[in-house]
Structure formats: structure tokens, C-alpha cells
């Protein structure tokens, strides 16, 4: 079985401009409006195969959504976690992982309960965080472990 393709694509649209814009699952650059040239929000998903690729090696952090299709609390938070990454389009990238799909990547990260939410850069660790929370909270938590990880580096 070959691992899947990160050719893929998504469809998103300019919160700027209203186009149309196909957007990498990875690239090594960040996606910018064809027509504007404004950041893109970065929403994709991943999966055992492609994971190194889409989340680890991406330009800028990640916010890893490891969740379940038959989970109420992860269909609650994802619509929250996609404003999140919208409001940083540029600066973050979400990345969805179907726990189901991706036995491998759940076992790999000790996953017990979804929502389990992972901020990644440069594919290390700065934050995990189990079951769902409030948008306010969780813009917090992903600012706390962005700038944790800014204070170390500078």
C-alpha cells in the first residue's frame, strides 16, 4: 500500500478578496491568494502517511487536531479551531488527523481522548491539550504556547 499523495488540494476562499484558491496540503512557502496575494488560512488534513510532510516539516507552527467523526465535543471545537486559523492565516497552519484513520499517529502520540490538541514547530512539541474548550480559551492556550516557545528561542 503507498502512503497517500500530499499533492493534494483544497479549495479556499480569500476572506480578502472572495476568490477561489487551491491550497497545498505542503508547501514550503506560505499559500497567498492568487489573486490579492494575501496569507491564506492553511487548513488541511493529514494522516499516517503524510504527516511528516504536512505537519512536521511545515514552514510555520502547527495546530494538530487529532479527532473522530463520532466524537460531539470534536465536531463542536472544529468550527472554532478553523476561526483560530483563520485569524492567523500566515502565521499558523491547522492540521486535521482522523484518529480512526490514522491508527499509527494515535498510537504514536499516546492519544486517550479527542479532541487532543498539539501545537507543533519545526515538528516539536510546545503544547498538548486534551477535550474540547471555548474559543477564548483556546486562542490562549495556542498564544501561551506560541510565545513559550518565542521566549526560548530569542
Do not use: Y
Amino acid at each position: 500500500m503507498s502512503a497517500p499523495s500530499v499533492e493534494r488540494t483544497s479549495i479556499v476562499t480569500c476572506s480578502n478578496c472572495s476568490k477561489k484558491n487551491r491550497v497545498p496540503a505542503a508547501a514550503n512557502g506560505i499559500p497567498k491568494c492568487g489573486n490579492c496575494h494575501r496569507p491564506l488560512p492553511w487548513i488541511v488534513d493529514a494522516g499516517d502517511g503524510d504527516f511528516a510532510q504536512v505537519a512536521e516539516q511545515a514552514p510555520v507552527p502547527v495546530l494538530v487536531d487529532l479527532w473522530a467523526t463520532w466524537c460531539g465535543p470534536c465536531r463542536m471545537v472544529s468550527p472554532a479551531l478553523e476561526r483560530l486559523a483563520t485569524a492567523r492565516a500566515g502565521e499558523l497552519k491547522l492540521v486535521k488527523v482522523d484518529v480512526d484513520s490514522a491508527p499509527r499517529l494515535s498510537q504514536r502520540f499516546e492519544v486517550q481522548a479527542v479532541p487532543t490538541l498539539m501545537v507543533l514547530r519545526g515538528g516539536a512539541l510546545l503544547a498538548r491539550q486534551a477535550g474540547a474548550a471555548p474559543e477564548r480559551v483556546l486562542a490562549s492556550w495556542l498564544d501561551q504556547a506560541l510565545q513559550s516557545k518565542e521566549a526560548q528561542s530569542s
